[in-house]
């Protein structure tokens, strides 16, 4: 095998997975410029048709386009999933940063700190806050940013310690720049921007894994007690809506479920790839 082909294997690899990384992003935009009617949307005539001209995914049994629906789904989790990612960056990156540059009594006061938090696991955390707070998106967003914020400073940590006495960090101090220039341009940017973008990019895929699950469950119980509820529609409660209706429109179910799986392998090519050239 010429050694060129691993290499384009590779970046065929990347590209393939940076777009469906960007799937849901698109979506999201055509969602919110299409303002598609999820209320209204209820045609009984048109109930689990096949794909055709002017439903290019059929409908549910309901006969509300599956299409639409598929793309309106976005929301659930896209502006929700950059709100953990926010959280997560808010509470995790100054106590890994100070940490990690400073070491001694302050990393171990601070590593407690999210060492204690993080003895929950995190999808127990994220239950407890929807039976405290409400299973919204916001709430789950927000719950699921705090659980992931240990992860996220521990890695900090670890990368910012290995630096703390390397060569250039200390010829950047005996060049008289400021602990925080040294710190945010040479450490943060230049060393650990991929590290984080990595982990924001896996604390995406949890969330919509998170939320695809969860609204399912909802979806199931017929309550919608967890995650999104109907007629909002999600890639979980689309699944569960449609499960097992007979005669049902097989893309109701396939075009949620296949899209999931898209953006998680997509992730994780991407994710890989960033933490190989890390």
Not at 32 to 44: F, I, N, Q
Request: some cysteine; aromatic content about 10%.
């Amino acid at each position: 095998m010429s050694p060129s082909v691993p290499g384009a294997v590779s970046r065929l690899r990347q590209r393939v997975g940076l777009a469906l990384v960007l799937l849901p992003l698109l979506l999201w935009a055509l969602s919110l410029g299409a303002g598609y009617e999820v209320v209204t949307d209820v045609h009984p005539a048109l109930a689990s048709l096949r794909p055709q001209s002017g439903h290019i995914m059929g409908t549910d049994h309901l006969g509300r386009d599956v299409f639409w629906r598929w793309v309106t789904a976005s929301e659930s989790f896209v502006g929700p999933g950059l709100l953990a990612c926010a959280v997560a960056l808010l509470l995790g990156l100054p106590g890994g940063a100070i940490s990690g540059y400073l070491g001694g009594p302050v990393a171990s006061a601070i590593r407690l700190a999210f060492a204690s938090a993080a003895a929950l696991p995190r999808f127990v955390l994220v239950l407890l806050a929807c039976a405290a707070f409400g299973s919204e998106v916001g709430i789950l967003a927000i719950a699921a940013g705090v659980a992931y914020a240990p992860t996220l400073a521990e890695a900090l940590y670890t990368r910012l310690e290995s630096f703390r006495h390397a060569g250039f960090v200390l010829a950047a101090r005996a060049h008289g720049l400021s602990h925080l220039r040294v710190l945010l341009h040479h450490l943060l940017w230049v060393n650990c921007r991929r590290l984080l973008l990595r982990h924001a990019l896996m604390l995406f895929a949890y969330f919509l894994l998170l939320e695809t699950t969860l609204s399912y469950i909802g979806g199931l119980d017929g309550a919608g007690s967890f995650g999104v509820a109907e007629p909002q529609p999600s890639w979980g409660n689309m699944i569960a809506f449609e499960w097992r209706q007979p005669e049902s429109n097989p893309w109701a179910t396939l075009a949620p479920a296949l899209a999931t799986f898209a953006v998680l392998l997509g992730a994780s090519w991407v994710s890989d790839d960033l933490k190989e050239r890390a």
